[in-house]
T-cell receptor
């Protein structure tokens, strides 16, 4: 039972344009959401997070939007750069017990120069 | 120091071998984790240690044995593994203070069981 899903396994975006990565979740107990970036043979690197009490969080080129009623979040990267090419995972934590991070299925983002 | 260090980076072992994976952090994080990642799949939680005590075991086979000697170190002892256990093993750490923090991951150990 995949509680966090990223329905697009891959995404290609022209350099300089906006990249939008989507994530859906089913567990209403999830309270905090994170995005990680991963290169091959490396550990995930934390990018940005958002609490369920907010609907938007921005950090430089990265913005995460949360639609709690739709159980949907998205990561916007503007402008996209070649170094952004990686696999992106969204992840979720429950309201109580911030020990069990559940990852989404991942989206491979390729930035085309 | 803002890193989680994992050793070795690569490991090849036979099905009768005993080996250990090591993980170290000096950020004062009181939770440490082992994740397993197969190719083209998300990381899957294996074990969680909170304040040096095992708090979560995600029904992992006993051929994987975790150990947390102190608040900075986490080991994963491997014995009688199967080829299907070949994967990237990731260690992570986080604070435990009632607030949410991003986990910090190590770069992983690429394990191949032959």
């Amino acid at each position: 039972d995949q509680q966090v899903k990223q329905n697009s396994p891959s995404l290609s975006v022209q350099e300089g344009r906006i990249s939008i990565l989507n994530c859906d979740y089913t567990n209403s107990m999830f309270d905090y959401f994170l995005w990680y970036k991963k290169y091959p043979a490396e550990g995930p690197t934390f990018l940005i997070s958002i609490s369920s009490i907010k609907d938007k969080n921005e950090d430089g080129r990265f913005t995460v939007f949360l639609n709690k009623s739709a159980k949907h979040l998205s990561l916007h990267i503007v402008p996209s750069q070649p170094g952004d090419s990686a696999v992106y995972f969204c992840a979720a934590l429950p309201l109580r017990g911030n020990e069990k991070l559940t990852f989404g299925t991942g989206t491979r983002l390729t930035i085309i120069p | 120091d803002t890193e989680v260090t994992q050793t070795p980076k690569h490991l090849v072992m036979g099905m009768t071998n005993k080996k250990s994976l090591k993980c170290e952090q000096h950020m004062g994080h009181r939770a440490m984790y082992w994740y397993k990642q197969k190719a083209k799949k998300p990381p899957e939680l294996m074990f969680v240690y909170s304040y040096e005590k095992l708090s979560i075991n995600e029904s992992v086979p006993s051929r994987f044995s975790p150990e947390c000697p102190n608040s900075s170190l986490l080991n994963l002892h491997l014995h009688a593994l199967q080829p299907e256990d070949s994967a990237l093993y990731l260690c992570a750490s986080s604070q435990l203070s009632g607030q949410y923090y991003g986990y910090t991951f190590g770069s992983g150990t690429r394990l191949t069981v032959v």
